[in-house]
């Protein structure tokens, strides 16, 4: 499906291009379709900050709130029903790419409350509920990687709901959040549940990592600090690369394989906050470092304009670097940092964000429900 020759030589090497974005705008002005049909995009993740900067700006979302103060709904109906309004349009647009890969792509993620990341019960009725309100089979419910989302994970799964985990830093919980699957995949089975319609992406974060050790490579000085200075934006990549090496064991073992037999669908990694935080990196760095088979990376626009123009995909950098990357944590270890406080600190900023995200998003709904009332009272 790809026009780009350089989004294609991904595609060629297993890698499917998502982007990482979405707004009323993008479906209505043909802009989702047209990066679909020339630079081979084929699914789409949101997140609360999308959503908050997307209601943020324009006035696209305005006779939908005047409908909304009309029917008396309160803030949070609002925001449900303008930000499933948005997947339910961006999977309809995604649907002949889903059909056309028999389901593997053609995706648009939504993601529960993230008030509700510490709650499994909160959680799985959540996306539940998102899944029945968005009502489309190509719909993905992404539910945080936290201690009490792991069993949500596998809760929702076991409904037969597609999923996609996301928040993923370290490689302990990613292997977590794999068990979680598998198990989610096995409840479906004994309920009688198609496997072969149940799929999930495990989003692992990658610039991030690098923006948070760097900060404490910078820290370290005297003897040791041009050792910190080498190591700098290394570290994002070489996680990424572990995980790969995780997902191949993990998928390689035969509980596994029992369920393959059923008709399963592998969890596939995904590569998330691949946008370059440090303007002294390759703008390309967390795409064209992570091009692996089987693996999604989820790109903001200007990530994905970057790739398009100048992103030199030379096949596999992922499998057999992992002695390298294993290396590279244990160097910056040795240095004194923490591998599982920068992954602890990450997940609750991560939350935090997402978070605060959402709160805004409600202030801004708020103030427009309030003038749409007005609006509405007006026209009375």
Known sequence: ???????????????????????????????????????????????????????????????????????GKDVWETVRKLTTDDVRAACDIMMPVFEATNGLDGRVSIEVDPRLAHDTAGTVQQAKELAEVVDRPNVFIKIPATVEGLPAISQVLAEGISVNVTLIFSLDR??????????????????????????????????????????????????????????????????????????????????????????????????????????????????????????VNTMPEKTLDAVADHGEVTGDTVT???????????????LGISYSDVTDVLEKEGLEKFDQAWAELADEVQKDLDLARSDVEGEK
Do not use: H
Not at 41 to 67: C, H, M, W
Not at 257 to 264: F, H, K, M, Y
């Open 174 to 295: 990613y292997r977590g959040v794999m068990n979680a699957f598998l198990t989610g995949l096995e409840q479906a089975r004994e309920a009688g549940k198609d496997l072969s319609k149940i799929y999930s992406v495990a989003s692992f974060f990658v610039s991030r990592v690098d923006t948070e050790i760097d900060k404490r490579l910078d820290a370290i000085e005297g003897d040791k600090a041009q050792e910190a200075k080498e190591l700098k934006g290394k570290a994002g990549v070489a996680n990424a690369q572990l995980a790969y090496q995780a997902y191949e064991e993990v998928f390689g073992t035969p509980r596994w394989q029992n369920l393959a037999d059923d008709g399963a669908n592998a969890q596939r990694p995904l590569w998330a906050s691949t946008g370059v935080k440090n303007p002294d990196y390759k703008d390309t760095l967390y795409v064209t470092e992570l091009v692996a088979p089987n693996t």
């Open 320 to 334: 057999g670097s992992y002695a390298a990357a294993g290396e590279v944590l244990d160097q910056v270890e040795a």
């Open 1 to 71: 499906m790809a026009q780009n020759k350089n989004i294609q030589a991904l595609s060629d090497q297993g890698v499917s291009v998502w982007l990482d974005d979405l707004s009323r705008e993008r479906i209505e002005t043909g802009n989702l379709q047209e990066l679909i049909d020339t630079m081979g995009v084929v699914g789409v993740t949101t997140n609360p900050s999308i959503f908050q900067a997307a209601l943020a700006k324009g006035d696209r979302y305005d006779e939908d709130l005047r409908q909304c103060a009309r029917e």
